[in-house]
């Protein structure tokens, strides 16, 4: 289907003064503050969890060492999709508007769709952080179960909380407290605060404040004072929930973007009809590898 004169029936009469709904701007690539982005050359990626060992054990004079073992515990996998979109449009519409070039028009709602899908798409990640088991120990990317060798790790607050300063700094303290597979403590930090735009005010006060925020009492801001955020917040206008905020860690492996194609674009015309034709397509796959990339409270 092409878009014919028969929906361009004001751009081929003179007098018209304004075309217009095609020059907003857009949220770019709020996906990187999330995600590590890395190349791929396959239909699917996989990244393996690896379980080293527990802690080391006394040996008693003349007894034998202890021997441990490690495995594999789960294993994350990314499939790419393929994103596409195209639109044609008649010869006799092309030679009869009067306004504008229409290709140029059209080309840079085409690319807005294309860039609006990959944050929608970013972004449902963290939209289905609570509710979805989608991750590769069969929990959802946060929770407060994750089950390892040695037990479970919690990448959530175990009980929900909107964003204030308690919340925030249990979050880090559990942070903290993080450990591998086999229960050994890891030095993990967290590094930056991912919000909803509703929450960005609070956000503002609660990380830059000098003082403490919303009491009375004259104590220093310990999170800002401290710099336990170094990186400190960025809004996703994708978010979903209002209330929800995520804390990105320092741990490797966590939040990833493979890119399998890149976005790319192109345009054809065809002989029969005359019709021009513009296309663009991109594959890529959003996951997690190591759910400690990321800390999730989902609001009260």
């Known amino acids: 289907m092409a878009i014919s004169r028969g929906q361009l029936v004001k751009e081929l009469e003179?007098?018209?003064?304004?075309?217009?709904?095609?020059?907003?701007k857009r949220y770019e690539n709020q996906h990187a503050e999330v995600y590590v982005t890395e190349t791929s050359d396959?239909?699917?990626?996989?990244?393996?969890?690896?379980?080293?060992f527990a802690n080391a054990a006394v040996k008693?004079?003349?007894?034998?060492?202890?021997?441990?073992?490690?495995?594999?515990?789960?294993?994350a996998r990314y499939t790419m999709e393929t994103i596409a979109l195209a639109f044609a449009i008649t010869e006799e519409a092309i030679e009869d508007n009067l306004y504008d070039r229409l290709a140029s028009r059209y080309t840079k709602a085409l690319a807005r769709s294309m860039a609006n899908t990959k944050q929608v798409k970013a972004a449902n990640v963290l939209n289905n952080a609570f509710?979805?088991?989608?991750?590769?120990?069969?929990?959802?990317?946060?929770?407060?179960?994750?089950?390892i060798v040695a037990g479970t790790v919690r990448n959530e607050l175990t009980v929900a909380a909107d964003l204030n300063e308690t919340s925030l700094e249990q979050?880090?303290?559990?942070?903290?407290?993080?450990?591998?597979?086999?229960?050994?403590?890891?030095?993990?930090?967290?590094?930056?605060?991912?919000?909803?735009?509703?929450?960005?005010?609070?956000?503002?006060?609660?990380?830059?404040?000098?003082?403490r925020t919303q009491t009375a009492d004259n104590d220093i801001n310990a999170i800002?004072?401290?710099g336990m955020v170094p990186q400190g917040y960025r809004v996703n206008n994708f978010l979903t929930d209002s209330d929800s905020w995520y804390i990105i860690t320092d741990v490797p492996n966590g939040m990833k973007m493979f890119t399998r194609a890149p976005l790319t674009t192109a345009m054809e015309g065809d002989f029969d009809t005359g019709n021009v034709r513009y296309k663009a397509r991109e594959r890529y796959s959003f996951g997690v590898s190591d759910y400690r990339g990321i800390f999730g409270v989902e609001g009260a």
């Not at 396959?42 to 080293?52: D, H, I, K, P």
């Open 60 to 75: 008693p004079e003349g007894s034998a060492v202890t021997f441990d073992n490690a495995q594999e515990t789960y294993t």
């Open 171 to 211: 979050s880090l303290i559990d942070i903290a407290a993080m450990t591998d597979e086999r229960g050994l403590r890891i030095a993990a930090k967290g590094v930056k605060m991912i919000i909803p735009s509703a929450n960005q005010f609070n956000a503002e006060r609660l990380m830059k404040s000098q003082g």
């Open 131 to 147: 509710g979805t088991a989608n991750g590769g120990d069969g929990k959802e990317l946060c929770a407060t179960d994750h089950p």
């Open 42 to 52: 396959r239909a699917f990626e996989e990244e393996v969890m690896l379980s080293g």
């Open 224 to 226: 800002n004072s401290m």
């Open 14 to 24: 003179p007098g018209l003064n304004a075309l217009f709904g095609l020059e907003y």
